[in-house]
């Protein structure tokens, strides 16, 4: 199975048209076609349904475009890094981001790095903990920011030097917004919006046995979604303090949680990974700069 017979593969998967696809690729029909029927014999099975001027994807096709993005992103990234092996002045980093106002750190390290390296390009995915550390152990990331303690049987990594702070946002004409802070008490009951993972972890070490009182309305993986239906009223968002606009126009409010709830940051990567040179630099200023030594993380050794 060739590369470039991958990329042929998510063309047609893209345009759902073996002509348009043939035309965007510069080979003609016939020789697409081939390609697509060849792919097919070689995995035995069946990875389109053809209609009159269209074409689908079967269950089969579907995961094969999930493996073959992964596979394709791999390549070109190993011929990126191929061809700046010699470039001193830049190269490619690639980095999954965990949602916070601390990533602003990173943001500032990267800003300083260019001015080293003028050609640096950085690529960012953003997600979860579950969506990063994936596309990291499948290699398509340098490095991923978490909002939880990494596992360090897994992963080498640098605690960011500040802490995010918990609290609640909700519309500004609520009663709880007489508050200056919220306590487990005050929420009991409410309908909440929360991610996922701090429900599980970050939520329950705050308010302890009270955790069974709280009731989770619906969860986000986007802080910003929760605060446009805590805005129209369905709910009360627990997030980190400075990702949503509560300024007086906005309509909302943030108060903190008593007793204070933090969670730090994470810069995590593969144990034993190999990094591109550039990449290499950049961990060295990393540690430099968040006080760490260059045989060892806050944390972690790597």
Not at 14 to 25: F, S
Not at 54 to 66: A, C, F, N, V
Not at 181 to 197: K, M, N, V, Y
Not at 223 to 243: C, I, P, Q, V, W
Request: net charge negative; hydrophobic share 40%.
């Amino acid at each position: 199975m060739e590369i470039r017979t991958l990329r042929y593969f998510l063309t047609v998967a893209r345009e759902e048209n073996m002509t348009r696809a043939a035309e965007i690729l510069h080979v003609t029909q016939p020789t697409l076609s081939k390609a697509m029927k060849a792919l097919e014999d070689e995995l035995g099975k069946k990875l389109f349904t053809r209609h009159s001027f269209s074409i689908r994807l079967t269950d089969e096709g579907r995961l094969l475009r999930s493996r073959a993005e992964d596979l394709v992103s791999m390549a070109d990234r190993i011929e990126r890094e191929f061809v700046s092996l010699d470039d001193i002045s830049g190269g490619d980093i690639f980095f999954g981001l965990a949602e916070s106002y601390r990533i602003r750190t990173l943001a500032r390290e990267i800003r300083a790095f260019r001015r080293r390296y003028p050609d640096l390009r950085y690529h960012i995915t953003s997600g979860d903990t579950e969506q990063v550390t994936e596309k990291l152990d499948k290699g398509l990331l340098d490095f991923a920011v978490l909002a939880e303690e990494p596992d360090a049987v897994k992963y080498d990594f640098l605690a960011f030097p500040d802490a995010d702070v918990w609290g609640l946002v909700f519309r500004a004409d609520d009663p709880l917004a007489a508050k200056e802070r919220i306590t487990a008490e005050d929420i009991a009951g409410l309908p909440l919006f929360c991610s996922e993972q701090s429900w599980r972890s970050d939520i329950p070490r705050w308010c302890g046995e009270r955790m069974r009182e709280m009731r989770l309305e619906g969860s986000f993986r986007l802080s910003y979604n929760g605060s446009m239906f805590a805005m129209e009223g369905l709910g009360y968002l627990l997030t980190f303090d400075r990702l949503i606009d509560t300024s007086p126009s906005s309509g909302l409010v943030f108060r903190p949680l008593w007793p204070r709830l933090e969670t730090r940051l994470y810069l995590i990567w593969k144990k034993y990974q190999t990094f591109s040179p550039i990449a290499e630099r950049f961990l060295r200023q990393l540690r430099a700069d968040f006080g760490a030594e260059p045989d060892e993380t806050l944390i972690g050794k790597s």
